[in-house]
């Protein structure tokens, strides 16, 4: 199984001077040709389950097939859950087995800053 987390492939990108692609899944179809290209390149790959795949699609099932793509290729596979709208949304992701999750932090409320923190 050739399952990553994104320190695992960002690093070697990082200090070997190359990019890692994080590409958007929306099927079972696209995310297998990700998986076959990244192997054919023997190049890591991100593979990422966004907002609009979730709608159609249980963040289970995208953990259960996105890691099962991951064990057939021989290269590094980061299972990415991208922009997570909550807590609960990154909670789900990394339950349903993803390695890396993004908490979209702009659709948060902003605090204002504590009296003693500002200038």
């Known amino acids: 199984m ?29 995310a ?3 998986a076959l290209a990244a192997q054919a390149e023997n190049a890591p790959v991100i593979l990422q389950a966004g907002p609009g795949a979730r709608a159609h699609m249980p963040v289970s099932v995208w953990g259960v097939m996105l890691r099962s793509l991951a064990a057939d290729v021989d290269v590094p596979v980061v299972v990415h859950l991208d922009h997570g709208y909550s807590l609960d949304d990154c909670r789900a992701g990394i339950e349903a087995g993803f390695t890396s999750v993004m908490l979209e932090g702009p659709k948060l409320p902003v ?3 504590p009296q003693a923190l500002k200038p």
């Open 2 to 30: 050739t399952l990553a987390t994104l320190a695992q492939v960002l690093q070697p990108a990082l200090a070997g001077g190359y990019a890692v692609p994080g590409l958007v899944c929306l099927g079972w179809e696209d």
């Open 32 to 34: 297998r040709a990700y």
């Open 111 to 113: 605090h204002p800053a």
